[in-house]
């Protein structure tokens, strides 16, 4: 529709340059085929409009109305360039830009009305001083537009230096973490928050929010509860820990897997995924996307144990061997004690003989201290 309009008034600023063009040439041609031929009175003022309809409006329109699509898409390439350019470029950079350019063309116009007497070039130096200096102020503005503004940096509202500090902060916290439907059922993400170790914003995808929101209304009363935890944790890290919490509407019809929905909005926004999902973990690293993974920070926090440390467990389950017993820690980690079976139910003392790190977690290896002495 813009193209149409933009071609609409080529056509109509081709037809008045045509006609006022015509119409300087129509005496000349007048006086050369002679008032005799085109007649006087208004019959010849007549014969004039015509020739200036036909040969300027009519031919120099048509002229404008198929070379007009050359210039509209020139026009657009070179606006595209000037908005690549102006969205790379910081605010106040644009903005002592703007003030430069104004600066050059109050100077260019004081320095130009001096020239406007002299015959031929007169006219014309007004122009060149404008793009002289105009450019002069731009370039030389945002090069030294910190000592300029630091003549203002009294005045709090002109204060570049601490606004460009608060700047500075809010591009650090700006860090999208996205957030998958796993982890936010999980729960632990709150506390996480909470503790003041995510920093930047939450991104929660509608498509995530579908998902978790059909979790919540399944016919399943396992999952219903589920999906139901999940939409109370978003509420608690929105309202009750204060964390800026972003709902994402972009969507990709052409993908169906809401996880590769994910890692495709990541991509898109340069963030990081915030999962317990050990594919998408995965999936999202060989497609060059940052995951951070709450198993892997549960992982990373749990206190070291050494072989030969002793420990109170208490055995809750007879193992996968023939003697073994289970017992777990607070934070979860499986003990398996040999020998442990016969004393189900029971605190003891035990000693740690090995630890093992798995993709799913740690797990010690003991047994039982009583086992120790009489060896």
């Known amino acids: 529709m813009i193209d149409k309009i933009f071609r609409l008034v080529f056509t109509v600023l081709f037809a008045i340059a045509g006609l006022l063009l015509i119409g300087s040439i129509i005496p000349l041609i007048t006086s050369f085929i002679g008032e005799e031929f085109l007649g006087t009175g208004l019959f010849g003022i007549a014969t004039t409009t015509l020739l200036s309809f036909l040969f300027g409006g009519v031919v120099f329109g048509i002229l404008g109305f198929f070379i007009a699509p050359f210039f509209i898409k020139h026009i657009w390439q070179v ?31 004081l320095l130009g009305s001096a020239f406007l007497h002299i015959p031929y070039v007169g ?35 002109l204060n570049w230096h601490g606004r460009e500090k608060h700047r500075e902060k809010a591009a650090d916290n700006s860090q999208y973490k996205l957030l998958d439907t796993s982890v936010i059922i999980d729960g632990r993400i709150a506390d996480i928050c909470q503790s003041g170790f995510i920093e930047g914003t939450l991104v929660i995808p509608n498509f995530v929010l579908d998902e978790l929101q059909h979790i919540a209304d399944s016919s399943d009363l396992l999952k219903r509860n589920r999906g139901r935890r999940g939409l109370d944790i978003l509420n608690r890290i929105q309202k009750e820990l204060g964390m800026y919490v972003q709902i994402n509407d972009t969507d990709f019809d052409e993908i169906a897997e809401v996880d590769a929905k994910l890692v495709k909005l990541a991509q898109i926004l340069h963030g990081k995924i915030l999962t317990n999902d050990y594919n998408l973990n995965k999936v999202a690293e ?48 499986m003990i398996v004690v040999e020998g442990g079976k016969k004393h189900m139910g029971e605190t003891i003392g035990v000693l740690v003989t090995s630890v093992l790190q798995t993709a799913a977690g740690r797990m010690i290896f003991a047994k039982l201290k009583a086992m120790e002495r009489g060896a």
Do not use: C
């Open 123 to 157: 006219s014309y130096v007004p122009g060149l001083f404008s793009l002289v200096f105009g450019y002069l102020g731009i370039n030389l503005l945002i090069r030294k537009r910190e000592e300029f503004m630091g003549l203002f940096s009294s005045i709090p509202a």
């Open 79 to 109: 606006t595209y360039w000037l908005e690549a350019k102006l969205n790379k470029m910081p605010v106040y950079d644009v903005l002592a830009g703007v003030i430069g350019l104004a600066i050059g063309l109050i100077i260019a116009n």
């Open 286 to 333: 060989i497609q060059g996307v940052t995951v951070l993974n709450i198993n892997e920070l549960s992982n990373a926090v749990k206190p070291v144990v050494l072989p030969g440390e002793e420990m109170i467990v208490h055995v809750v389950k007879d193992g996968k061997e023939l003697g073994q017993g289970v017992a777990y820690l607070d934070d979860g980690t």
